[in-house]
């Protein structure tokens, strides 16, 4: 009960995001700059849309070696 049901198909997209413990350290960009970019803050940004799918593994790397642990894919 209470569980969403599980999307099929071309609904298993993921996205990123950059919490408030980023220190811009710029590991995440040097990965995969196509999903992350250090913004004029000195922060880094995930792009909105869904990660591309032939840089899911590499967003899930940076996402991996990012020192602060401020990256999320969902
Ligand atoms: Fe920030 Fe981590 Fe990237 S500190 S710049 S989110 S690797």
């Known amino acids: 009960m209470g569980r969403e049901p599980r999307p099929y198909g071309k609904d298993t997209s993921m996205k990123a995001f ?3 413990d980023c220190i811009g350290c710029g ?3 040097g990965i995969c700059g196509d999903v992350f970019t250090i913004n004029d ?3 880094a940004e995930a ?3 869904d990660i591309p799918e032939e840089c899911e593994e590499d967003a899930q790397e940076a996402a991996d070696n990012c020192p ?3 990256i999320t894919i969902e």
């Open 41 to 43: 803050d000195d922060v």
């Open 47 to 49: 792009i909105e849309d």
């Open 18 to 20: 950059v919490n408030d």
């Open 68 to 70: 602060v642990s401020a």
């Open 27 to 29: 590991a995440c960009e």
